[in-house]
């Protein structure tokens, strides 16, 4: 097995792999999101007061409700996706209502948790999804409006599914294996 290592003609010592103008590019934008999404947390945890917890990841098109923040309970783990939607008002019966979604859930594209619903911990809420009622734990929920379909799932962080990770798991340790021998 031969390294790919450049030897620097002046020094005579091995240098890195130089990085192509598209690589340092590509680095800087992931660096530049990065900081933006952390500044945004940063302004929903500590400005208006949202019940985020530090280690929920969402997208920066995902859309929080501003109208009444404090209403708004995020648990540890949790993903959510583009242009979801996570209310906790509603102005044409003047209700402002807790709305909670619990640890390692994944809340999928253009969904809508309306106001006083709770999710419970480890669910998926399937993209384009209407959530009006409550979820229990272990639960994936699609729909309009949501419905149970699946119970008793389990899922890691940002709500993957553990049976899908252990099975790609699986196949990449026996690649890993395979390379070896």
């Not at 690589?23 to 949202?50: E, N, Q, T, Y």
């Not at 209310?87 to 999928?108: K, Q, W």
């Amino acid at each position: 097995m031969t390294d790919d290592v450049s030897i620097n003609p002046i020094t005579g010592r091995p240098q890195p792999p130089r990085m192509s103008k598209r690589g340092l590019l590509r680095k800087f934008v992931h660096f530049a999101r990065d900081r933006v999404i952390a500044a945004r947390s940063w302004h929903l945890r500590k400005v208006l007061k949202m019940d985020i917890h530090p280690s929920c990841r969402f997208s920066l098109k995902a859309h929080f409700d501003t109208t009444h923040p404090k209403g708004i309970h995020i648990g540890e783990g949790t993903y959510v996706a583009f242009h979801a939607v996570i209310l906790s008002h509603d102005m044409s019966r003047l209700l402002h209502v807790d709305t909670r979604v619990g640890r390692n859930c994944f809340i999928g594209a253009h969904a809508i948790i309306l106001p006083g619903v709770t999710i419970g911990d480890e669910c998926i809420i399937g993209s384009g999804s209407v959530v009006t009622k409550d979820v229990p734990s272990h639960s994936i929920c699609v729909g309009n409006p949501a419905r149970i379909i699946k119970s008793g799932i389990r899922t890691r962080e940002c709500g993957i599914l553990l049976d899908v990770y252990d099975a790609v798991k699986a196949v990449e340790d026996a690649e890993d294996a395979a390379g070896e021998s």
